[in-house]
């Protein structure tokens, strides 16, 4: 059964830095993109960053140039090295994994269940 896990969430100042790691294990179709999210307290969940199998990423205009998405692929490992810590940052950071059992299925969503982030003097 797949599984996602997060680690890495605390308090830090802000301009300070945390990374964060999200581990899935099971069975995983080596094509998918590992994402992750940001809830602020009282807001909707948000894409921040994406990274695909094939390299390819994404980020939100809030994080580009602050935070760094990246992979291992054995195992299926996520990183968010999010760096110059803003108070806005503060929330639960989740990680998804979006895949398929196959080319023929349809795609399908591995939930972690989150970290928390506190950014304040």
């Known amino acids: 059964q797949v599984q996602v896990a997060e680690s890495g969430g605390g308090s830090a100042p802000p301009g300070g830095s945390l990374r964060l790691s999200c581990k899935a294990s099971g069975i995983i179709f080596a094509i998918n993109t590992m994402n992750w999210y940001h809830q602020a307290p009282g807001k909707e969940r948000e894409l921040v960053a994406s990274?695909?199998?094939?390299?390819?990423?994404y980020y939100a205009d809030s994080v580009k140039g602050r935070f760094t998405i990246s992979r291992d692929s054995a195992p299926n490992t996520a990183y968010l090295q999010m760096n110059s810590l803003k108070p806005e940052d503060t929330g639960v950071y989740y990680c998804?994994?979006?895949?398929?059992?196959?080319?023929?299925?349809?795609?399908?969503?591995?939930w972690g269940e989150g970290t928390l982030v506190t950014v304040s003097s």
């Open positions: 998804n994994l979006n895949t398929r059992k196959s080319l023929y299925t349809s795609l399908m969503d591995y």
């Open positions: 990274i695909a199998s094939s390299g390819g990423f």
